[in-house]
């Protein structure tokens, strides 16, 4: 959860509970506390490691006897210290062919891709099954991205750098140049080449399956020239790793960006070390959106509020995680993320020198996608704080199984709303009867105040004793707001990240209940709000009001007011949440108003038990 967020919910917190506690004792001033404490685990890097300028995260890796030897520049010359040898070592590196960028599109039945030959990259990707706020497919790569990739071989003594390689294909595709591949079809290959002047060929190979979001990728390093690989191989030692980068960035996909934007972030898996960083972070620099790290590397990813594109790691044989590394970083000029893993090389068979696989996940943040890897992927899914995490599992998974019997999300919301609080009534009752006892002792409590007004003090005991004898909690009035609260911020959890709620109608204009249920755009912008009318927060603060009315108060003229005031604050509060937790906060108003009359009705002047 975003730190605007994180705020709301703690201005909330700070109105509801507040005004109902503190305003009660005579209401003295008091200063407001706010606990804002962050929960930081040991960095598994430290961030002040030198990066590079640009953000590229294949930059300043520590590779295998990385200081042994780099690329050579196609340029560059003989060293008149080492002769022929400089001369051989361009040759290795050197990389055999040019000319313009091309281009293949594969189809499959649930997304369409574009992969381009320069570097051999992913540069469109859109979904079929999901649909944007104008009805076109979600898009999650940006146009505008970086001219090169960050793939590459890493040897012993040297690299072979593959991001701005110009790769040919091998397989002839349709009479356009593309590959689509039906329903029902079995896997597909698409691979790509490129070749060195040291008898050495780079292949990647991408895999298809029309059943599946995922998809892998191999990187084959080939000896086309025995004789001359020998030689290459001589001098840059044996293949250590393949790296497989993706800078490119992903697209935020919702009406309303500046919701999605805070949720924005790039997440890796070492281990039991669960690394992320948020996009937000880059625009203090390159370096506060980085990390990399070394060990047993499960996945590296990007995601936005509904998507995701994810690098998962094989397992080895055995079943134990390949030790590899990662890497996190972005462009801070582009303003996007990017992530990159090495992996280890694998030797090959006959012609092939070494090989390596990544499986890759493009698609949406759908947890029973991601558990068929059984690889923890759906751990990654931003369902909240480590505490609240576990209640946004459970009311998702209530609001999916309600879905089997219930067609549509907005009622199965109503009807959550409902059930939790009849759930919560006893808390509800007793809490209003403790509200109506500290509106009855009021005579007594301005007595105390009129007779301790010069001693604070003793005012305190005073009215501390008071309550003791009346047995009256002030604090009870607090209960049901505390408990309901991680319900409430679970829901939003589950709204503001579940691909299943997404784009989910309820009736009339509200066609979206993951959105704001903008009726019609104003042609002028409201202070704080915009220029959408959304119509639920209105009628929310309008039941809130009413809500205040029929509800027993303390504090006298100052709580009056804050009564008034309260119902208009939460309006900037919830304006641009998503409509369907609104809603739930409208009907949860609706019933608490309910409830309150009907208990404060039903009970004695004096506060005794219930007549009915």
């Known amino acids: 959860m975003d730190r605007r967020m994180f705020a709301a919910f703690g201005l909330i917190f700070l109105i509801l509970i507040g005004s109902q506690t503190l305003m009660q004792k005579l209401y003295p001033k008091t200063e407001p506390t706010a606990a804002d404490s962050t929960a930081v685990d040991q960095p598994l890097v430290d961030e002040s490691t030198p990066m590079a300028a640009s953000g590229d995260p294949a930059a300043e890796f520590n590779t295998p006897d990385s200081s042994s030897g780099n690329s050579a520049a196609p340029d560059e010359q003989p060293d008149a210290t080492t002769g022929n040898e400089a001369v051989s070592r361009q040759s290795a590196v050197r990389l055999i062919g040019a000319g313009a960028e091309t281009t293949v599109q594969v189809s ?9 030959s320069v570097g051999g990259r992913i540069i469109r990707w859109e979904t079929f099954e999901h649909k944007s706020h104008n009805g076109d497919p979600v898009q999650l790569v940006p146009q505008e991205i970086p001219p090169a990739g960050t793939d590459a071989v890493l040897f012993q003594h040297g690299e072979i750098e593959l991001g701005g390689a110009h790769f040919e294909f091998a397989e002839p595709a349709d009479s356009a140049g593309d590959i689509e591949i039906r329903a029902g079809e079995g896997p597909r290959s698409l691979t790509l080449f490129v070749r060195t002047a040291g008898g050495m060929e780079i292949r990647k190979v991408f895999t298809f399956n029309s059943e599946s979001y995922g998809f892998d990728v191999d990187y084959v390093l080939v000896a086309t020239d025995p004789l001359r690989a020998n030689e290459s191989l001589e001098i840059l030692g044996e293949t250590q790793e393949f790296r497989f980068g993706w800078n490119q960035g992903v697209l935020p996909t919702e009406r309303v960006q500046k919701m999605e934007l805070p949720s924005l972030r790039a997440i890796a898996l070492v281990g039991e070390e669960f690394i992320k960083k948020k996009r937000n972070n880059l625009k203090k620099g390159v370096e506060k959106a980085s990390a990399q790290s070394r060990g047993s590397v499960q996945y590296a990813g990007l995601q936005t509020r509904y998507f995701t594109v994810l690098g998962i790691v094989p397992l080895n044989e055995d079943g134990t995680p390949k030790e590899g590394a990662v890497r996190l970083g972005g462009d801070q000029d582009l303003l996007e993320q990017s992530f990159s893993l090495d992996l280890p090389a694998q030797r090959g068979i006959g012609e092939e020198l070494a090989t390596t696989r990544l499986q890759m996940f493009i698609g949406p943040l759908d947890s029973k996608l991601l558990e068929a890897y059984d690889r923890k992927l759906e751990d990654g899914m931003d369902l909240g704080w480590k505490w609240i995490r576990p209640l946004s599992v459970v009311v998702l998974i209530c609001l999916e199984w309600m879905h089997k019997f219930i067609p549509n999300y907005g009622f199965i919301i109503i009807i959550f709303s409902v059930l939790t609080k009849l759930a919560f009534y006893p808390l509800t009752r007793t809490s209003t009867q403790s509200m109506k006892k500290m509106q009855e002792l009021q005579p007594k409590m301005k007595a105390l105040q009129e007779k301790y007004k010069d001693d604070k003090e003793k005012l305190n005991q005073a009215t501390m004793q008071l309550y003791r004898d009346e047995k009256v909690n002030p604090l009870s009035g607090c209960l049901p707001i505390m408990l309901q609260s991680p319900v409430f911020i679970a829901l939003y959890q589950a709204l503001s990240h579940t691909i299943s709620l997404r784009g989910q109608p309820f009736v009339l204009w509200m066609n979206d209940l993951s959105q704001p249920d ?16 959304n119509v639920l927060p209105i009628l929310m603060s309008v039941a809130m009001y009413f809500q205040t009315k029929l509800t027993p108060s303390t504090g006298g003229g100052q ?39 009907r208990i404060h009705q039903t009970a004695t002047p004096s506060g005794g038990t219930q007549t009915a």
């Open 559 to 597: 709580m009056a007011m804050m009564n008034t005031m309260m119902p208009l604050f939460m309006v900037f509060i919830f304006y641009n949440m998503p409509s369907g937790l609104v809603l739930y906060w409208l009907v949860n108003t609706i019933m608490q108003a309910y409830q309150s009359w």
């Open 108 to 116: 499959t039945p649930l997304y369409r891709m574009s992969i381009s």
């Open 518 to 533: 903008a009726l019609t755009t104003l042609p002028f912008a409201l202070p704080m709000l915009g220029a959408d009318l």
